[in-house]
């Protein structure tokens, strides 16, 4: 059987459809949430649902039993992660679990990020593990992007610089979660993952303009003023503080992949940065 986790989120769901458009049947996949009854169209279509929490570990045994691969999506809940990463890591040893696929960040032993330091935390704990395992180092995701303020204020805030992003869509990264859990030969690999063209928040802003036919600049701005600036439109202040860093490291190259790995798993060009805006704005 199959497990994902945080199966009722975007990429959770996302994953079950790719597994399922891959021919899985859906009586061997289990949708592992914390709420069942947000699940309630994924047991419509036979696949399994059952209730468990990363903070709970007690739900951990009972919801791996007879799973042989599992995806380990990284928590949302940026406080004590790593921790809540661990119980599903040790359950997975209890449970016997072959195969450990975990959604980790862009070269996250190396990166800058200060995001990247839980995910480097929870691969030492998989390595440490003795499971078979997969490292699923995403890029970031082509829908962090909202082109519909940009288009409506003429203006794209950031503090990226000219750096370059290797975006992609969800879409594409759940088709290689699938990829790694449903074929042979991905043990103990890591996957730098990224879109095939990567762009700066210049190049986005000059996109968003071109579909909407509205001018819009990108405003480039220190990480300080950009934390400043998302405070004040309503952005708690560890998220601004987390978007404010990314960018800057996204200035660095922190979040640019030449790797091809994205493409290669899913046997397609990635999602293109015209592809994402219009999906966005429709």
Known sequence: MIAITGATGHLGRLTIQALLQRGVSPDTLVALVRDPARAADLAAQGVTVRQADYTQPHTLDAAL?????????SSSD???????????????VRAGVKLLAYTSLLR???SGLGLAQDHRAT??????????????RNSWYLENYN???????????????EGRVSAASRADYAEAAAAVLTEPGHEN??????????????????EIQAQTGRPVTYQNMTPDAYADMLRGVGLPAPVADMLADSDAHLAQGDLYT????????????????????RAALN
């Open 189 to 206: 690999a890591v996957y730098e993952l990224g879109g095939d063209h990567a762009f700066t928040l210049s190049d986005l802003a000059a």
């Open 65 to 73: 039993q007879g799973v042989d691969r599992l995806l380990l999506i």
């Open 147 to 161: 082109p519909a303020p940009a288009a409506q204020h003429g203006m794209l805030a950031g503090a990226a610089g």
């Open 78 to 92: 940026m406080n004590g992660r790593v921790d809540q990463h661990r119980n599903v890591v040790d359950a997975a």
């Open 258 to 277: 030449e790797s091809g790995d994205l493409r290669r798993l899913i046997g397609r060009p990635t999602t293109t940065l015209s592809e994402g805006v």
């Open 123 to 136: 691969e030492a704990l998989i390595r440490a593990s003795g499971l078979p395992f997969v490292l699923l």
């Open 108 to 110: 996250a032993d190396t």
